[in-house]
């Protein structure tokens, strides 16, 4: 009995103390619920604050960059113009004034410099005029200009020319000629590089770009007191057939010297009447 009754006193005592740990695992349970919603709510709230860090974050830096931008084109921009009016006055005067001179009409469109194409290493006294031809058939005198500008990013190959001269007989300025060109070599110290487009692989100039090399050739000349002796073919100084025509055709040649020695003529006379 004594243990019935104990083990009886005992049973009630065990129920009494399962009631409690039930009651107590319910509250923990709930609270387990509540502290677990809760934490859940903490780690949404977390989560929705870290998103909206990370989205001002992003729109910060887009701002940033595009500011960035912005002020960099201005300064770019700016940085041409200047360049364009330094150039002009270096010589004195603008595509007009060197048009009055006998040249034909230049597009002063520099290059930004860079290593590959424009150093801006100076050239101390100008003692040749190069002539090239692009050997790029068809292509335009701007998208010579712009391949030349685009090295800057591809660093595919050091070359530049000071001028482009198109088919139409435009002429686009990419370098000041008081600054290197990567054109003809050896010679790049102290020559101003004059590449001409071309329609086909013959490499013959046709009439527009022929007048306005042998005009803008001639003006050279004038500006930096040489002769038609002192204008030159790439061949002339690696022997590389450039400009091909010109190099495989020795009379035309000769005929492309005289005509530029005519027009330096006319020129001087133009300098003379001024
Ligand atoms: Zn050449």
Redesign the pocket.
Known sequence: MLQKNRSGRKSTGSVKTKRKSVSKSKTSAAHRKTSAGKSRKNSRVRQRNLRMLLICIILMVGVSIGCWYGINNVQERERKEQEVLLEQENSGSGPEQWQKEGAPYIDVELLTPNEYSRPQIPIESVKYI????T?NPGATAMANRNYFENLANTHETKVSSHFVIGLDGEVVQCIPTSEMSY??NSRNVDTV?I?CCHQDEIGKFNDATYDSAVKLTAWLCVRFGLTSENVI???DVTG?N??KYYVENPDAWIQMKADIASQIEVDYKLKNTQ
């Open positions: 190069a002539i090239h031809y050997a054109a003809t590089s590449e073919r790439h061949y590389k450039c400009p």
